[in-house]
T-cell receptor, first 113, second 114 residues
Framework: AQSVTQLDSQVPVFEEAPVELRCNYSSSVSVYLFWYVQYPNQGLQLLLKYLSGSTLVKGINGFEAEFNKSQTSFHLRKPSVHISDTAEYFCAVSVLRAYKLSFGAGTTVTVRA | KAGVTQTPRYLIKTRGQQVTLSCSPISGHRSVSWYQQTPGQGLQFLFEYFSETQRNKGNFPGRFSGRQFSNSRSEMNVSTLELGDSALYLC?????????????FGPGTRLTVT
């Protein structure tokens, strides 16, 4: 079975500062990794994904993540955040033919002016 | 392309009743998955359907069931509602095959059980 641990439940950050959200996963087989964002009263929106190939993945809205197999991590970063980045962020893992995503508990990012 | 749509968006039911939620996937997507989101348990997988067949199921009691129609639209049903079933129910669609399993989510149905 696969599992995901998001190491920070809440991350406060000032506008225009960088942010990093940490995600570790556990799996005995090769994984696919995803980051989703959820704004209040909305569904989940895909930010980026790692399927294979380059370990540095770029996504929408200036986000990027790096897959580190040896450390079983997939941390999300943004060099400069905006007020509009205030949301909950979820890391998720899947494997071939699992037909489901396993999510972490989520990280709430609050951006302050 | 239109996104994933879910109806209704909000629902209030009484303990013991049953409820049916509906999901229309993105055009061309043949896989539909359902997730339950609660503050205490987070996002939990309920089940996944592809071409009217259930391919995977999460650890939920038999009161939770689903189905998929030939046009890929899906419904989930919860019978004998309990207070703990209050949650945001999210539907996600995918092409259902190929590398990875990228899912696109709808806005959810907020179910409140009183």
């Amino acid at each position: 079975a696969q599992s995901v641990t998001q190491l920070d439940s809440q991350v406060p950050v000032f506008e225009e500062a960088p942010v990093e959200l940490r995600c570790n996963y556990s799996s005995s087989v090769s994984v696919y990794l995803f980051w989703y964002v959820q704004y209040p009263n909305q569904g989940l929106q895909l930010l980026l994904k790692y399927l294979s190939g380059s370990t540095l993945v770029k996504g929408i809205n200036g986000f990027e993540a790096e897959f580190n197999k040896s450390q079983t991590s997939f941390h999300l970063r943004k060099p400069s955040v905006h007020i509009s980045d205030t949301a909950e962020y979820f890391c998720a893992v899947s494997v071939l033919r699992a037909y489901k995503l396993s999510f972490g508990a989520g990280t709430t990012v609050t951006v302050r002016a | 392309k239109a996104g994933v749509t879910q109806t209704p968006r909000y629902l209030i039911k009484t303990r013991g009743q049953q409820v049916t939620l509906s999901c229309s996937p993105i055009s061309g997507h043949r896989s539909v998955s359902w997730y339950q989101q609660t503050p205490g348990q987070g996002l939990q997988f309920l089940f996944e359907y592809f071409s009217e067949t259930q391919r995977n199921k999460g650890n939920f009691p038999g009161r939770f069931s689903g189905r998929q129609f030939s046009n890929s639209r899906s419904e989930m049903n919860v019978s004998t509602l309990e207070l703990g079933d209050s949650a945001l129910y999210l539907c996600a669609s995918s092409v259902g095959s190929g590398l990875g399993y990228e899912q696109y989510f709808g806005p959810g149905t907020r179910l409140t059980v009183t």
